[in-house]
């Protein structure tokens, strides 16, 4: 009897939490995001679906004008060709246009965990990106990169690096906060853990996926990834429904 109890309970609190995702329940806070150009910085094709979609959504039904700046082709398994066109048509999904999407192939920033990337590199390409496109607002990884990779840390140490020699400029920067494991395959459910949060630090921004389907469909463009465990991370992920961002203070 009580194993019914506990799985009626379970299957209420997602119903719960869908019916809050389909209700637009959109964090208020998020409007302060809602700048005219807005560049997602990333380290490998597939990042931007599967951990930074629920922002893009909705900046892209705000009428951002989004940009995304991949640092590299994600070669690391010698795909990288396949990878950059399974990019263009994620971002093709996600409503980004094809010219505001910059994939790098440097010697010095390739795929991989043994890949250190050099922050002085990585700032200055920033910067020109920053510059060409008028950007006003930056989002990208925290100084864990959601799922530890060296890569994901060292785009959030070039952003930083580009803030602190950049201090003059108006310009905002966020990074999408990493999640202990136990929250991070949450799924749906972790909107409510989300939202509590964001009323214990009023810092934060909450940004609930109003689009879920839409993820999906742009994951599923990374075919090379797209394997049953990549499917699973996609369904029971909490960066699926929703994104919790800080701001960056250089």
């Not at 003059?168 to 990074?175: D, S």
């Not at 109003?210 to 991370?233: C, D």
Request: net charge positive; hydrophobic share 40%; aromatic share 12%.
């Amino acid at each position: 009897m009580a194993w019914l109890v506990v799985s009626l309970s379970l299957i209420a609190i997602w119903v719960a939490s869908f019916c809050k995702i389909f209700f637009r329940a959109t964090s208020t806070s998020s409007k302060t995001l809602q700048k005219k150009n807005v560049m997602f910085v990333i380290a490998h094709p597939d990042d931007e679906s599967m951990f930074f979609s629920p922002t893009i959504n909705y900046l892209a039904s705000n009428a951002c004008n989004l940009h995304i700046l991949c640092f590299s082709t994600g070669n690391a398994d010698g795909m990288g060709s396949i990878r950059k066109d399974e990019l263009h048509r994620a971002c093709a999904v996600l409503k980004i246009p094809r010219q505001q999407l910059k994939i790098l192939d440097h010697p010095n920033l390739q795929d991989g965990f043994g890949q250190l990337w050099s922050h002085d590199l990585l700032k200055e390409i920033i910067q020109e990106e920053v510059t060409n496109h008028d950007i006003h607002t930056i989002i990208t990884f925290d100084n864990y990169g959601v799922s530890g990779h060296c890569n994901h840390q060292d785009v959030h140490r070039g952003v930083l690096k580009f803030l602190q020699t950049n201090s003059g400029r108006n310009i905002k920067a966020w990074e999408l906060v990493s999640l202990n494991i136990f929250r991070k395959y949450f799924g749906p459910v972790d909107i409510w853990l989300s939202i509590l949060s964001a009323k214990q630090h009023p810092s934060k921004v909450i940004i609930i996926n109003e689009q879920p389907w839409k993820s999906f469909k742009a994951m599923a463009q990374h075919l090379s990834q797209w394997v049953w465990f990549r499917k699973l991370f996609v369904s029971f992920s909490s960066y699926t429904y929703a994104n919790t961002l800080n701001r960056i203070n250089a």
